[in-house]
């Protein structure tokens, strides 16, 4: 996707405060990344190349990339895992699998596999420590994998304990409020990519205003296709920081990009400092 269509990339930066936070990890930063769409067209290399170098320059404790790295046809991620390799971070690299990541045939395994080549730990239903045992680190299950089981990973942690949680699909919020969870990281929705100022991303409002343009109009903008509708149900989380209840999430806006492009909603890397 030619950066005419993308906008300019956007460095985010926000401080999240959590509860009970170790002191050995106030002041953690963490990069995050999402929807990288690897596959030759959605994402440039330039893109790419300045995410990689942001990211870096920022000198993170920790990376994280919330999923789907490829579209369909897992074969780019064999070049994807050669620019990856340039990302540093202090405590490691870790990631979970989008929508994305799991469709085409052996795409999981093959996703999985080729980042597991360059250090960078995938986590399914999984439960890590880079920042310490008093700050664990859950990647969960594609939401709409067969192996989405939150309850069998949120179990095994001490409720007075702070968690970080990764879930590529920010739907799983709703869900996730029966735990606790100091901080979801998601991406999936791109933002909205057609975003109004000051108003919000247009597909929010797709009952009240998308339906009546053109169904000729729509089919030329996938964000404003039915079937893209259904791709979230929380579209009003499609991208910054949200309070779920008594939890706190963020949502990423990706890096790739669906044709015909984004308006107002550039693609992100997000720098989260934790207090």
Same mark, same amino acid.
């Given at each position: 996707?030619?950066?005419?269509?993308?906008?300019?990339?956007?460095?985010?930066?926000?401080?999240?405060?959590?509860?009970?936070?170790?002191?050995?990890?106030?002041?953690?930063?963490?990069?995050?990344?999402?929807?990288?769409?690897?596959?030759?067209?959605?994402?440039?290399?330039?893109?790419?190349?300045?995410?990689?170098?942001?990211?870096?320059?920022?000198?993170?404790?920790?990376?994280?990339?919330?999923?789907?790295?490829?579209?369909?046809?897992?074969?780019?991620?064999?070049?994807?895992?050669?620019?990856?390799?340039?990302?540093?971070?202090? &405590?490691?690299?870790?990631?979970?699998?989008?929508?994305?990541?799991?469709?085409?045939?052996?795409?999981?395994?093959?996703?999985?596999? &080729?980042?597991?080549?360059?250090?960078?730990?995938?986590?399914?239903?999984?439960?890590?420590?880079?920042?310490?045992?008093?700050?664990?680190?859950?990647?969960?299950?594609?939401?709409?994998?067969?192996?989405?089981?939150?309850?069998?990973?949120?179990?095994?942690?001490?409720?007075?304990?702070?968690?970080?949680?990764?879930?590529?699909?920010?739907?799983? &919020?709703?869900?996730?409020?029966?735990?606790?969870?100091?901080?979801?990281?998601?991406?999936?929705?791109?933002?909205?990519?057609?975003?109004?100022?000051?108003?919000?991303?247009?597909?929010?409002?797709?009952?009240?205003?998308?339906?009546?343009?053109?169904?000729?109009?729509?089919?030329?903008?996938?964000?404003?296709?039915?079937?893209?509708?259904?791709?979230?149900?929380?579209?009003?989380?499609?991208?910054?920081?949200?309070?779920?209840?008594?939890?706190?999430?963020?949502?990423?806006?990706?890096?790739?990009?669906?044709?015909?492009?984004?308006?107002?909603?550039?693609?992100?890397?997000?720098?989260?400092?934790?207090?």
């Amino acid at each position: 996707m030619h950066w005419l269509l993308t906008g300019p990339l956007s460095l985010e930066k926000l401080v999240v405060k959590i509860e009970g936070l170790p002191a050995s990890t106030k002041g953690t930063r963490i990069i995050q990344l999402s929807d990288l769409h690897y596959d030759g067209f959605r994402l440039s290399e330039e893109m790419l190349e300045q995410a990689i170098i942001t990211s870096n320059q920022a000198e993170p404790d920790l990376v994280v990339i919330t999923g789907d790295f490829i579209t369909n046809d897992p074969a780019p991620v064999y070049k994807l895992i050669k620019r990856l390799k340039k990302l540093q971070s202090r &405590a490691g690299i870790y990631a979970v699998l989008g929508n994305h990541d799991i469709w085409y045939r052996t795409a999981q395994a093959e996703v999985t596999a &080729a980042l597991k080549s360059v250090d960078i730990k995938v986590l399914w239903n999984e439960i890590a420590y880079p920042l310490g045992k008093d700050l664990p680190l859950v990647g969960l299950a594609e939401y709409w994998s067969k192996a989405f089981n939150p309850a069998l990973v949120m179990n095994q942690l001490d409720d007075t304990i702070p968690r970080i949680v990764l879930s590529h699909n920010p739907d799983t &919020a709703q869900i996730l409020q029966q735990w606790r969870v100091d901080l979801q990281l998601s991406g999936h929705s791109h933002g909205g990519q057609i975003v109004l100022p000051d108003i919000g991303p247009l597909i929010v409002y797709y009952k009240e205003f998308v339906r009546r343009i053109p169904k000729e109009v729509r089919k030329l903008i996938p964000f404003l296709r039915p079937d893209y509708v259904k791709v979230l149900q929380h579209w009003e989380w499609a991208q910054g920081f949200h309070k779920i209840g008594k939890n706190q999430l963020y949502v990423n806006r990706g890096l790739g990009t669906y044709s015909p492009g984004r308006l107002f909603c550039p693609p992100e890397v997000t720098l989260i400092t934790l207090e």
